[in-house]
């Protein structure tokens, strides 16, 4: 006997792991000269190399049982000083240790803050394009799982259709911004709107609507582009921030959720999100990774080498007739299907070993998602593989107007 949710989810792979899999598969077989993955967001520029000195550092200044042991269930305080420090610095806050709970990384930190939410009948909204794994993420903490339809083709936020959403069982509403997959930054303006609508839905139905704002990407912005800090916008805001992006580690799991304490129930909400990460087991994240950011909360990425990605793709495609809103942040660009052909789209290019994330997962169907965290010279070497694939396409196309 097993749990038939749990099952499915083991059973049902992603299909972006699924891509990903085919792709080592097919490099195997072929060569990685001939195969072109974009399915995966995995960093491809090195960790900052003030993570390495810190490494070093607290290897060499600490004793093993102080580096290596537990921290307290919410994080060693140095680092969460650090990391309010820096927040502060930047955005004219003050945060405390007290609000900050290290996590794991985003995803357990979303499913902490989800289950901690999740009152019988509950709703959560996200705005597509959203991450795929939002949605079995609420559903394993028992909300109901609800998404906004997108805003193409520039993707904010369809914020008439978020207010006609909202209902009494809504407990809270899941932003990505910069957003994966289009690389989208809401605005200043949108965010204001959106806190308009959740202040005043929150008086009407006699309960805080929270905004939970997922945010492993917020360092990963181009052309000067501003990324608001939201608990600045709107006071019930629950943040969740990853370094996997931001410092080049995603397997190394760190992150952390800020809980205001102007947020409306904060002290019990903070609790709740601290006893659902109980719950799930992801308490005292990585302590050798605590002393890293104790260290490195302030350091940037150098995002050169993705911003070179993002002009040459963008640059390329779009030339070639492919129709995409320019990415402000992240490293993806999510792309129109250019033919009414779906499925036949995405086998073809397939069977060019060009392998796209189709956009359905995301809540958007018709789009494809391409992450640019790869090689410029093989973003290079896949413009004439694009250029065929939308080429065939056209032909298709014109060849089924003649037949009608």
Do not use: W
């Not at 600045?232 to 959720?257: A, H, M, N």
Request: net charge negative; charged share 20%; proline share 7%.
């Amino acid at each position: 006997m097993f749990n038939e949710k749990a099952y499915s989810l083991g059973a049902n792979r992603s299909v972006i792991r699924e891509l990903f899999e085919y792709g080592r598969k097919r490099t195997a077989e072929v060569g990685p000269e001939n195969v072109f993955d974009f399915s995966l967001g995995n960093p491809s520029i090195p960790a900052p190399p003030q993570v390495e000195a810190a490494i070093r550092e607290a290897l060499v200044t600490m004793p093993s049982l102080a580096l290596h042991g537990y921290t307290t269930a919410a994080g060693d305080v140095a680092a969460r000083q650090a990391i309010a420090d820096d927040l502060n610095a930047r955005f004219g806050t003050d945060i405390t240790p007290g609000e900050l709970f290290l996590g794991c990384g985003a995803a357990p930190e979303l499913v902490a803050v989800l289950s901690a939410l999740a009152v019988p009948g509950g709703e959560v909204l996200a705005v597509a394009p959203y991450f795929p794994e939002y949605k079995p993420f609420a559903e394993s903490a028992g909300l109901t799982f609800r998404a906004v339809p997108p805003d193409v083709p520039g993707f904010q936020i369809r914020l008439s259709e978020l207010e006609k959403m909202l209902n009494v069982h809504t407990q809270a509403v899941l932003i990505d911004s910069p957003n994966n997959p289009s690389g989208t930054v809401y605005s200043r303006e949108t965010l204001q709107a959106l806190s308009e609508i959740l202040t005043r839905k929150s008086a009407e139905f006699g309960h805080p609507i929270y905004l939970i704002s997922d945010e492993p990407y917020r360092e990963l912005v181009y052309d000067g582009v501003e990324v608001p800090f939201v608990p600045c916008i709107y006071r019930d805001t629950i943040v969740c921030y990853s370094y996997s992006k931001s410092l080049s580690l995603p397997g190394e799991r760190i992150g952390y959720v800020y809980v205001p304490r102007a947020a409306a129930d904060s002290e019990q909400l903070y609790a709740a999100v601290l006893g659902a990460a109980r719950a799930a087991g992801h308490v005292c994240a990585p302590s050798l990774m605590q002393q890293v950011i104790a260290r490195c909360a302030s350091v940037r990425p150098d995002l050169e080498a993705y911003d070179a990605n993002r002009r040459a793709l963008y640059d390329g495609l779009t030339a070639m007739g492919y129709q995409a809103a320019k990415p402000e942040g992240a490293f993806y660009l999510f792309v129109k299907v250019p033919t009414e052909n779906k499925a036949e789209f995405f086998d073809r290019a397939k069977a060019l070993d060009l392998l796209l994330v189709p956009g359905a997962g995301f809540g958007c169907p018709g789009y494809f998602r391409i992450c640019y965290c790869v090689s410029y010279d093989m973003i290079q070497r896949s413009l004439p593989v694009f250029r065929a694939l939308i080429n065939e396409s056209r032909t298709d196309a014109a060849e089924e107007r003649d037949d009608l």
